[in-house]
């Protein structure tokens, strides 16, 4: 239904007067203003220095926009007017998981507009994990209801291992339909490098039913160097690139090892994973061959910036304005063959309007011909959003989190601010009554993950660099099952938190001295369907009441999402045990040497 046809339902329901509340006239004013846009801005035109990527020119140019699309560009001189704006193609994010903002698509599209962006390559793996293909179906249908460009992927993994209990499966089947649909654009990330190593079966045919009908795949292959990067690359198709990204490399060394394999590089600046510094000097060299993303983005980061934070870090860093946009803008959309527009005659009118290069604030942003967005404020209007979610066990005791063991010396994860990646500590253990407790003056604290699927005992272990002094804080996010993880310097205060979490059906939350908060997420226990300015500062509020318990890392609440997650090295927590990542198998609490 366009706005029109729901400006003359809206009329019918209220007898054509607008004798309504306050709320109703809002939104009687709403839906006169957008059927007035469609049918006034239909054409219109802008003058502005345009910046054009493909020829690597910059030049004032009249543009005239109808019906969404580039009607004509006319070039007005060479050389640019200072006195004139300048305007350009949105900005992509080319890997991103919009369920770890927290925010409903329509939300994140509300917020993203702002920066500049036009576009997301996004992977629903996460709400894939907990609710299966429903999960998608919501993602995109969602979506669908904003003027935002989401281009979804078929998830590759779900469940991620068999080493964790996840809500759902995407069998090699499930996976093929997926693909065969008009609104999947690609395989999404393939964490399971040691089964594209191994030629495992089901793994294979996820990729061949991807690869015969030429939608590209995406990788996930965090340390794979040499020999073994070029073998993924390939995933048994000798010479050929097969999996075409990837977005997990830590250093500029391991990069360049799957470049020369064939590979797209996704330099990544999420809420939690931050590799900007190490890569982005391999811009300069291969400018056809990078893309910008964020992976994982919580709220209030979003609504700080977004793309538009790299290109302004990468133009500090005296790279070329024209490379940096290849990478936030071009390369994405000639990657994954997106209809997303390029500022170029009858493409779609996507793009956006800047005061000067130097500055680079937005002024604008255009989607199919729409202003979406105007210095800092966003013309997308929130949306009612229907409730999907798997949530199934019972509330815990404070004993259901106690470890009874005589081990003298024991396995700790150490959390690594700004990294996915953990290391494995050997640390000697406090026991009391042949029971094991956290060793709080020495920041080793004891972490959970609870099974919200099914009702098992809580899977334990320890973890260093939280820094909590008094309290706990616990999530429903947590990568990539998106079972409950909890950490805590007590048992009570690990029940406490879990069982807020398990009473709201999901959410993050944090207990501190005699004060306690939550923010639910009811949409799959990964998402609030609330207005995202609201819960950007709702989660900001709760992000300063951790660090007041004495966290010194950056994003807590993203640093603790990861630390179930089983395909990134080194030393992890499933809710079926401690797990070797290195080994990729289980190992114990105890140290045994």
């Given at each position: 239904?366009n706005?029109?046809e729901?400006?003359?339902l809206?009329m019918?329901?209220?007898?054509?007067?607008?004798?309504?509340?306050n709320n109703?006239i809002l939104?009687y004013f709403?839906?006169?203003?957008?059927s007035?846009?469609?049918?006034?801005?239909?054409?219109?035109t802008?003058?502005a220095n345009?910046?054009?990527?493909f020829?690597?020119?910059?030049?004032?140019a009249?543009i005239?926009?109808e019906?969404?699309?580039?009607?004509?560009?006319?070039?007005i001189?060479?050389?640019?007017?200072?006195?004139?704006?300048?305007i350009?193609?949105g900005f992509i994010?080319?890997?991103?998981?919009?369920e770890?903002?927290?925010l409903?698509?329509?939300?994140?599209?509300?917020?993203?507009v702002?920066?500049?962006?036009?576009a997301?390559?996004s992977?629903p793996?996460?709400i894939?994990n907990?609710?299966?293909e429903?999960?998608?179906d919501?993602?995109?249908?969602?979506?669908?209801?904003?003027p935002?460009k989401?281009?979804?992927?078929?998830?590759?993994?779900?469940?991620?291992?068999?080493f964790?209990t996840?809500?759902a499966?995407?069998?090699a089947?499930?996976?093929?339909?997926?693909?065969q649909?008009?609104?999947?654009?690609?395989?999404?990330?393939?964490m399971?490098?040691?089964?594209?190593?191994?030629?495992?079966?089901?793994?294979?045919k996820?990729?061949?039913?991807?690869k015969?009908?030429?939608k590209?795949v995406?990788?996930?292959?965090?340390g794979?160097?040499?020999e073994?990067?070029?073998r993924y690359?390939?995933?048994?198709?000798?010479?050929?690139v097969?999996?075409?990204t990837?977005?997990?490399?830590?250093?500029?060394e391991?990069?360049?090892?799957?470049?020369?394999?064939g590979?797209?590089?996704?330099i990544r600046?999420g809420?939690?994973a931050?590799n900007f510094e190490?890569l982005?000097?391999?811009?300069?060299n291969?400018?056809?061959r990078?893309?910008?993303c964020?992976?994982?983005?919580?709220?209030d980061?979003l609504?700080?910036?977004?793309?538009?934070?790299?290109v302004?870090?990468a133009?500090?860093?005296?790279?070329?304005?024209?490379?940096?946009?290849?990478?936030?803008c071009?390369?994405?959309?000639?990657?994954y063959?997106?209809?997303?527009?390029?500022?170029?005659?009858?493409?779609p009118a996507?793009f956006?309007v800047?005061d000067n290069?130097a500055?680079?604030?937005?002024?604008?942003t255009?989607?199919?011909?729409?202003?979406?967005?105007e210095?800092?404020k966003?013309f997308?209007?929130?949306?009612?959003?229907?409730?999907i979610?798997h949530?199934?066990?019972?509330?815990k005791?404070?004993k259901?989190?106690?470890i009874k063991?005589?081990?003298?010396?024991?396995n700790?994860?150490?959390?690594?601010?700004?990294e996915?990646?953990?290391?494995?500590?050997?640390?000697?253990?406090?026991?009391k009554?042949?029971?094991?407790?956290?060793?709080i003056?020495?920041?080793?604290l004891k972490i959970t993950?609870?099974?919200?699927?099914?009702?098992t005992?809580?899977?334990?272990?320890?973890?260093k660099?939280?820094?909590i002094?008094?309290?706990a804080?616990?999530?429903?996010?947590?990568?990539?099952?998106?079972n409950?993880?909890a950490?805590?310097?007590?048992d009570?205060?690990?029940?406490?938190?879990?069982?807020?979490l398990i009473?709201?059906?999901?959410?993050?939350?944090?207990i501190?001295?005699?004060k306690?908060?939550?923010?639910?997420l009811?949409?799959?226990?990964?998402?609030?369907?609330?207005?995202?300015?609201?819960?950007?500062k709702?989660?900001?509020?709760?992000?300063k009441?951790?660090?007041?318990t004495?966290?010194?890392l950056?994003?807590p609440?993203?640093?603790l999402?990861?630390?179930a997650?089983?395909?990134?090295?080194?030393?992890?927590l499933s809710d079926k045990?401690l797990?070797?990542?290195d080994?990729?198998?289980?190992?114990?609490?105890s140290?045994s040497g």
């Amino acid at each position: 239904m366009n706005h029109r046809e729901h400006f003359v339902l809206f009329m019918i329901k209220n007898n054509g007067t607008i004798k309504l509340s306050n709320n109703k006239i809002l939104q009687y004013f709403h839906f006169l203003f957008s059927s007035f846009y469609l049918y006034f801005m239909k054409k219109f035109t802008l003058t502005a220095n345009l910046i054009n990527i493909f020829e690597e020119e910059i030049y004032p140019a009249y543009i005239s926009v109808e019906d969404g699309i580039i009607k004509k560009i006319n070039k007005i001189s060479t050389h640019r007017d200072q006195s004139l704006p300048y305007i350009l193609p949105g900005f992509i994010d080319a890997h991103v998981h919009i369920e770890s903002s927290m925010l409903v698509p329509s939300e994140f599209a509300r917020l993203a507009v702002v920066h500049g962006t036009v576009a997301t390559v996004s992977d629903p793996h996460e709400i894939a994990n907990v609710c299966g293909e429903a999960g998608v179906d919501f993602m995109i249908k969602n979506g669908k209801e904003v003027p935002f460009k989401f281009f979804f992927g078929a998830p590759s993994c779900v469940p991620a291992t068999a080493f964790e209990t996840a809500g759902a499966t995407l069998d090699a089947i499930a996976v093929e339909k997926l693909l065969q649909r008009e609104d999947i654009f690609y395989l999404s990330e393939m964490m399971n490098f040691p089964g594209v190593l191994h030629s495992d079966k089901e793994v294979m045919k996820k990729i061949e039913a991807a690869k015969k009908i030429n939608k590209p795949v995406d990788g996930h292959a965090p340390g794979l160097r040499g020999e073994d990067a070029k073998r993924y690359t390939e995933a048994g198709y000798k010479d050929t690139v097969t999996i075409s990204t990837d977005h997990e490399c830590f250093t500029k060394e391991e990069a360049l090892d799957k470049l020369n394999a064939g590979m797209h590089i996704l330099i990544r600046e999420g809420s939690a994973a931050r590799n900007f510094e190490a890569l982005i000097d391999l811009l300069n060299n291969y400018p056809d061959r990078i893309m910008f993303c964020s992976d994982d983005k919580h709220p209030d980061s979003l609504v700080e910036g977004h793309i538009n934070l790299l290109v302004k870090r990468a133009l500090g860093k005296g790279i070329s304005l024209f490379n940096i946009l290849k990478a936030a803008c071009l390369n994405p959309v000639l990657h994954y063959h997106l209809p997303v527009g390029l500022l170029r005659e009858n493409d779609p009118a996507d793009f956006m309007v800047i005061d000067n290069v130097a500055n680079f604030s937005i002024l604008k942003t255009f989607i199919n011909g729409r202003q979406v967005a105007e210095e800092g404020k966003t013309f997308i209007q929130s949306i009612p959003v229907n409730l999907i979610n798997h949530f199934n066990c019972s509330p815990k005791t404070p004993k259901d989190f106690q470890i009874k063991s005589a081990a003298p010396v024991i396995n700790v994860i150490e959390a690594l601010d700004g990294e996915l990646i953990t290391n494995r500590l050997i640390e000697k253990s406090v026991i009391k009554n042949g029971i094991l407790f956290p060793d709080i003056e020495n920041d080793i604290l004891k972490i959970t993950v609870v099974n919200r699927y099914l009702d098992t005992a809580p899977s334990l272990a320890f973890i260093k660099n939280f820094g909590i002094k008094n309290g706990a804080i616990a999530s429903s996010v947590a990568h990539d099952s998106h079972n409950i993880i909890a950490i805590g310097t007590s048992d009570e205060y690990l029940c406490r938190a879990v069982n807020l979490l398990i009473e709201s059906k999901g959410g993050i939350c944090v207990i501190g001295d005699q004060k306690e908060k939550v923010l639910p997420l009811p949409v799959a226990g990964l998402m609030s369907g609330k207005d995202g300015y609201t819960v950007a500062k709702e989660y900001a509020a709760m992000d300063k009441m951790v660090k007041e318990t004495g966290s010194r890392l950056r994003a807590p609440f993203m640093t603790l999402s990861f630390m179930a997650l089983l395909v990134i090295p080194h030393l992890k927590l499933s809710d079926k045990g401690l797990f070797d990542g290195d080994k990729f198998e289980f190992t114990t609490l105890s140290y045994s040497g």
